[in-house]
């Protein structure tokens, strides 16, 4: 992830990183990387609950979120966008990320048996709560204690994600770089989210994700998937963004000036007219979420990777079919929200 001119460091987490290495973003945002994955099926199940050893009860990864609600019905992660206009710019748009080089194919940066992907658990109400040390955003993070027992899955990779929703009260805890300790979390910046909420990030604010934005309304899920259709928009990445975003983004992570590039909070969708005939079962789910609801720039790594969860049922058979969409496929929406610069 990059935050403008700062790197962070990537963060060792050893034994307790319970998700396996997921590739770096490009460190130059002019030579993106590709993640490469074998496709190979599988069915293992991913629900595990494990008992935190301080008590607080238990956490379940990639578990149900009892009555939640991924916020109101009304907020732009849920917003339909089928029926609005495309933005006036969008082939300035693609042309910026043609232009760039790098991956120019839709690609799916989760499966490989879990191996790739985010991971995120659910705890109860009375989860105990672990104090954080914010290294790099701590002026821009929301204050500790998160309800994150210390052997929480971690993301791999240097991004190094962890997030929770607490189940009972509906909020979301989301950390960046995070690494624990013996009896608190470090982490380079973290978010809560009222999940029952409409409210964004303050003004200029950066997350866990660097457009301020929350990481996990955006994932791909795989209990959406396997329902047969996922309601939100998804999250996905460029190369190259600029000192730009418009809501529901509050944060820019660049220093370029370029109007062509496309600033954090910049909704595309999959055109109405590509035709999804020839796709098939988690692809063909997913390509008809990206007509219906699209998705959002969160942060700056390779062009067109979209973010799921990290779980064992992906099939990658099925994935591999979205390397075959183009990202001239798509087309930015007008969502009628300025652009903050």
């Not at 879990?114 to 991971?119: L, Q, R, W």
């Not at 979301?172 to 809560?192: D, I, K, N, Q």
């Not at 699209?294 to 099925?318: K, L």
Request: charged share 15%; proline share 8%; net charge negative.
């Amino acid at each position: 992830m990059r935050r403008g001119p700062l790197l962070l460091v990537t963060v060792a987490v050893g034994a307790l990183v319970l998700s396996a290495c997921l590739p770096a973003p490009a460190p130059n945002p002019t030579t993106p990387t590709s993640t490469t994955r074998p496709a190979t099926t599988t069915t293992t199940p991913a629900v595990t609950t494990t008992t935190a050893p301080s008590g607080g009860g238990t956490w379940v990864q990639n578990g149900s979120l009892g009555n939640c609600k991924v916020f109101p019905a009304d907020n732009p992660w849920n917003r339909e966008v089928s029926a609005l206009p495309a933005d006036t710019d969008s082939g300035n748009y693609l042309s910026a990320i043609a232009g760039l080089g790098g991956n120019q194919k839709l690609h799916a940066d989760f499966g490989g048996n879990g191996e790739y992907g985010i991971p995120y658990i659910t705890v109860p109400g009375t989860q105990a709560k672990v104090g954080v040390d914010f290294t790099d955003y701590g002026d821009e993070s929301d204050p500790g204690p998160y309800p994150i027992p210390l052997h929480a899955p971690i993301e791999g990779g240097s991004d190094a994600h962890v997030l929770a929703i607490d189940r009972d009260h509906c909020k979301l805890y989301e950390l960046f770089a995070a690494s624990p300790g013996a009896t608190r979390w470090s982490a380079a910046s973290g978010a809560v989210f009222d999940l029952t909420s409409n409210a964004l990030r303050p003004e200029g604010w950066t997350s866990a994700d660097a457009a301020g934005l929350p990481i996990f309304p955006g994932l791909v899920r795989f209990d959406e998937v396997a329902s047969g259709h996922i309601d939100h928009a998804l999250r996905f990445t460029l190369s190259r963004t600029p000192r730009a975003y418009l809501h529901p983004a509050t944060h820019w992570a660049s220093s370029y000036t370029n109007a062509d590039l496309s600033p954090m909070g910049l909704r595309f969708r999959l055109k109405a007219d590509f035709d999804l005939s020839s796709y098939t079962g988690q692809a063909r789910v997913i390509l008809t979420a990206l007509k219906k609801y699209g998705m959002i720039v969160a942060d700056n790594g390779s062009n067109w990777f979209i973010t799921g969860s990290a779980d064992p049922r992906w099939n990658d058979d099925e994935l591999n079919q979205l390397k075959l969409v183009p990202g001239s496929a798509f087309e930015v929406v007008n969502t009628g929200e300025a652009i903050h610069k």
